[in-house]
């Protein structure tokens, strides 16, 4: 059977997305989740509790973040772990969109058994703030 | 308010069943931009192997959301919500949560520590069948920020 990472090595970026988010996508990911806090939606609410204004669910960062990992990955596998910290907020304007990118870089691989794979993730936004720390994918074979 | 220490180690109750439902896995995986076919194709999951749709690797924080309810609820916790910040978040999974799963999520204090005023709260929910059957850990931890934070 071929490995996960067929093709690449350690070190390659295995693969990238851009995504833009707007406050349609919060709209679209609190009635989703179930997650209703008012700074995703309301500025003057964000702003009573120090923030710049409306910002993304942490968790929409990170849902979307591994959104390319899934589609790379195919039905070859599934990711067995996958964990953030979360850094810096992603700020969302009224009206238009921030853009987020995504960067998968194969960091790591189980050699012997073909086994497992550590992806290391690299999430920004345009004016390159990298708003995810730590953010590692593994996936796993079936 | 400061958090209560006790809490560390408390276990709270199981959560009620809950059900992954077909159209909400196709719902978060569109909020999400997870376009890969096994989150929305039912043939093409079966195909693969799987009873039904695979949800995204970040849908357990739907159920996960329900015992971090309970933790921030207690009474005796301590926990000021308004001040509650995500710090970190993982998920393990022993397999991946497909529609038709019926599962439970049980949390447990698992660290607490102070740092720089702010007080980090990690809990495990860990989310299983009904049957028993391990399914995923969801780790989360939270910032309380401090009075001067």
Do not use: C
């Amino acid at each position: 059977m071929a490995s996960l990472w067929e093709g690449n090595e350690v070190g390659d970026v295995v693969t990238e997305a851009i995504f833009e988010v707007s406050r349609d996508s919060l709209v679209r990911y609190a009635g989703a989740s179930g997650d209703f806090n008012p700074i995703h939606y309301r500025d003057d609410i964000a702003q009573s509790v120090g923030l710049e204004g409306v910002l993304a669910h942490g968790m929409l960062t990170m849902g979307l973040a591994v959104s390319p990992v899934t589609e790379w990955l195919g039905t070859k596998g599934f990711v067995a772990d996958y964990q953030v910290r979360f850094t810096k907020p992603v700020y969302v304007p009224a009206t238009g969109s921030v853009t987020v990118s995504v960067s998968a870089l194969l960091a790591q691989v189980d050699e012997p058994s073909e086994g497992l794979a550590t992806l290391a993730l690299s999430v920004s936004t345009e004016d390159g703030t990298k708003v995810l720390g730590k953010a590692f994918v593994v996936v796993s074979p079936r | 308010m400061s958090v209560n220490p006790e809490l560390l180690d408390t276990v709270f109750e199981p959560t009620e069943p809950y059900r992954v439902g077909r159209e909400k896995v196709r719902e978060f995986a569109l909020a999400v931009g997870a376009t890969a076919p096994l989150h929305h194709d039912v043939d093409a999951a079966k195909e693969a192997g799987y009873q039904d749709v695979v949800a995204p690797p970040t849908f357990p924080i739907v159920i996960q959301e329900k015992t971090l309810q309970q933790l921030l609820a207690h009474p005796g916790a301590g926990i000021d919500f308004s001040r509650v910040v995500h710090g970190d978040q993982r998920f393990q999974y022993a397999r991946p949560l497909v529609a038709g799963d019926d599962v439970v999520a049980t949390l447990r204090v698992t660290k607490i520590q102070s740092l720089g005023g702010h007080t980090m709260v990690t809990s495990q929910s860990s989310i299983a069948a009904t049957s028993g059957e391990p399914v995923v850990v969801a780790t989360s931890t939270l910032v309380i920020r401090g009075d001067e934070g």
